[in-house]
């Protein structure tokens, strides 16, 4: 028993001291203002041993619960998933990253439950330069190529000019 309420004061007096010193405790529940200063929501953070955040909880005004997003992360501590789930579990979304050797940003993957995905791969210097929209069947249904800083739409590549073209499976 004593040892439990040792543990219970140091938690206590670490909070403390983390909110002293400006960082918020891992999970505490938090305002989100907006620019007025007006209280439009609270949230939760958590994070791993690296200060990365692994799960995020979001809640509306009145602190009724939202909606929460999950992190992951590669063996680089690069982020490689981000999953945004209903409050009662139910994944709506989510956005897979994978990186160049150089570390940048290599391709970005959106699939929704209910609308489709996106696929947007990017260059050796991490800018977009191809995206491919598939529908809920994984169906292509739109090609676009990053031209003069916009996307244009073109025909999509044939699987044996360019073997990239992917699918979300």
């Known amino acids: 028993m004593k040892r439990i309420v040792a543990i219970l004061c140091l938690l206590a ?4 001291f983390l909110s ?3 960082k918020k405790a891992d999970g505490s529940m938090e305002p989100v203002q907006d620019e007025n200063g007006s209280v439009t929501g609270y949230e939760r953070k958590y ?3 690296n200060g990365d955040i692994t799960r995020w909880d979001v809640y509306d005004v009145n602190q009724q ?3 929460y997003v999950l992190y992951e992360y590669d063996s680089n501590d690069r982020l490689a998933k981000e999953t ?3 409050a009662d579990g ?3 979304y989510y956005y897979a990253y994978s990186y160049h050797e150089s570390g940048k940003i290599a391709e970005e993957d959106f699939v929704s439950v209910k609308d489709g995905s996106t696929r947007t791969l990017y260059d050796e210097d991490g800018h977009e330069s ?3 929209t598939f529908d809920r069947n994984d169906q292509l249904v739109k090609y676009e190529e990053y031209q003069n ?3 244009v739409e073109s025909e999509p590549p044939t699987q044996a000019a360019e073997t990239e073209v992917p699918t979300t499976a």
């Open 47 to 49: 994070h791993n041993d």
């Open 90 to 92: 139910i994944g709506v």
């Open 13 to 16: 007096l670490c909070t403390f």
């Open 149 to 151: 800083n916009t996307w």
């Open 130 to 132: 191809k995206r491919y």
């Open 84 to 86: 945004y789930y209903q």
């Open 65 to 67: 619960y939202d909606h």
């Open 20 to 22: 002293a010193c400006g």
